[in-house]
């Protein structure tokens, strides 16, 4: 054995924690003990299989992946068959993304004894009744769906009594708001909610889209409504929902609102009513809409994580701003000027108590960009301009700004990798 395999097991599956996929497998071709070490479980338990045709992977990639116990797979276009095969050579997979599935392939999916997470994605599914025998589900994500009738969607999703996050972006079928409370009083343990609202729909109603617990019959101990932490809207316009429609959500604390576009009749927003009735929420993530200047005075002062992507704003807004979240940890910064105008320069007087900053690096003159430094508590910088790298000049203004900050911001040129289970909606 080479001297350096001297090492503890531990310290090399610490090290190889630090890895990622591809250069995992380059070290693990690289000999037996390095193999052995990075089959283990440990290193693999946030990994997603992607599987096009199960047909090629052979009696070596089977032994391969039951020594990782991969958890999460993505299947694309399988039939029943195969996810039948994949649940008995894998059992403990608890985590399935179906990609434009056939009839067969849902109704397969019972044999996942394991399963606590189901995405499925631009399938056509005449009916959803299967999915009422998968009672552990706590995550479900319906996303580009052509589905069975309303009632149906809404008979088995209610069955779903152990959902903690739904993703319901069937659009084509919107579900009515009084069939829409009765689904909510079925989820008493949900926690998170995303909608996507059709292009062409109309107002759903003048009344909330939310009940209040109070308006629940105590008698009934099963049926109420969930506390919910988590709202997301997509694709929304006002006025689909009322001014009133989310006053049932005071335990709110994160909030999105992707727009469909640009809003420019300021008497229509309902956000600024909707932001004064959440007096918990700590993270706002708005797309498109409105001019910042409009709502800005309604965001709460909790708000500690702030995502602004594609607003239009003013510099006052900017400022209003500061003044309404001066505990403002975290800031997505991509915002639409009126006029050639920076407000980088003044961020970090703005918003002086930043752990991490989004923003794009064109057109941002050096000095400002440099200026960045003064923000004492910031440890992330993330630069959303590049597509596939810095180039020189930008990789030269990062190495400047880690020798200003003694390395203390960690400069990313690059989002991290795609979670492979995301929906393809929220896209912006």
């Not at 993505?74 to 996810?83: I, S």
């Not at 990062?398 to 991290?416: A, D, E, F, W």
Request: proline letters at 6%; one cysteine or more.
């Amino acid at each position: 054995m080479m001297e350096e395999f001297i090492l503890p097991e531990e310290v090399w599956v610490h090290v190889f924690h630090f890895l990622s996929t591809s250069d995992k497998l380059s070290v693990r071709s690289s000999c037996r003990f390095f193999m052995r070490l990075i089959d283990r479980p440990v290193l693999w338990k946030n990994t997603t299989l992607y599987i096009g045709k199960i047909s090629s992977f052979t009696s070596h990639s089977w032994r391969t992946l039951i020594n990782r116990k991969i958890a999460s797979v993505v299947g694309l276009k399988m039939n029943g068959k195969e996810w039948k095969q994949l649940a008995l050579r894998l059992p403990w997979i608890h985590s399935v993304t179906v990609d434009e599935c056939c009839v067969s392939a849902l109704n397969s999916l019972s044999e996942f004894k394991n399963l606590t997470r189901l995405v499925l994605r631009r399938c056509v599914c005449p009916s959803l009744t299967s999915l009422s025998t998968l009672r552990e589900l706590s995550h479900l994500s319906l996303c580009e769906v052509v589905c069975a009738p309303t009632s149906d969607i809404i008979n088995a999703l209610s069955q779903l009594n152990n959902l903690t996050s739904l993703h319901y972006h069937a659009c084509s079928k919107p579900i009515p708001t009084a069939a829409f409370h009765n689904l909510l009083q079925r989820l008493p343990k949900l926690k998170q909610l995303s909608l996507k609202v059709g292009s062409n729909q109309s107002p759903v109603s003048n009344d909330a889209l939310f009940l209040p617990q109070a308006n629940h019959m105590p008698e009934d101990p099963q049926c109420r409504v969930p506390a919910l932490i988590s709202l997301e809207l997509l694709n929304y316009m006002d006025p689909i929902l009322s001014p009133v429609a989310l006053q049932g959500l005071p335990s709110l604390k994160f909030l999105t609102v992707q727009y469909r576009g640009w809003a420019l009749e300021p008497e229509l927003c309902h956000l600024k009513t909707w932001l004064s009735t959440m007096p918990f929420l700590s993270e706002l993530n708005i797309s498109l809409g409105y001019q910042l200047g409009v709502y800005v005075n309604s965001v709460p002062a909790t708000v500690h994580h702030l995502s602004l992507k594609g607003v239009m704003a003013e510099v006052k807004a900017l400022r209003d701003l500061a003044q309404r979240v001066p505990d403002l940890l975290h800031l997505h910064l991509d915002l639409c000027f009126h006029k050639r105008q920076s407000i980088i320069a003044e961020v970090p007087w703005l918003f002086p108590k930043l752990q991490s900053l989004a923003i794009r690096h064109y057109k941002v003159p050096v000095e400002e960009f440099l200026g960045l430094a003064q923000l004492s508590h910031l440890k992330h910088l993330v630069i959303l301009d590049p597509n596939s790298g810095p180039n020189s000049a930008l990789k030269d203004l990062t190495q400047k700004m880690h020798i200003q900050t003694n390395y203390r911001v960690n400069v990313i040129h690059l989002s991290g990798p795609k979670d492979p289970n995301a929906c393809f909606c929220a896209n912006y």
